[in-house]
């Protein structure tokens, strides 16, 4: 339970942290195209630009 009334404080972002686990490979050739500090941002979008793919009618067919 929160304590307080929520009036106060950053709203919520509506996400929820999760888990992954990548290869140190992968994570370093992501940091060198997008720095360190945007890997977050960058395995968001990567995630939602592939479910958009996915749920295109026409991708069925993959």
Do not use: C, H, W, Y
Not at 17 to 30: C, G, K, N, Y
């Amino acid at each position: 339970m929160a304590d307080s009334d929520g009036l106060m404080g950053r709203p919520p972002l509506g996400m929820k942290p999760t888990t992954i686990r990548l290869s140190a490979d992968t994570i370093r050739r992501i940091e060198a195209l997008v720095g360190n500090r945007r890997l977050a941002l960058f395995i968001r979008e990567a995630v939602e630009n592939e479910l958009q793919r996915r749920e295109r009618p026409d991708s069925s067919k993959e």
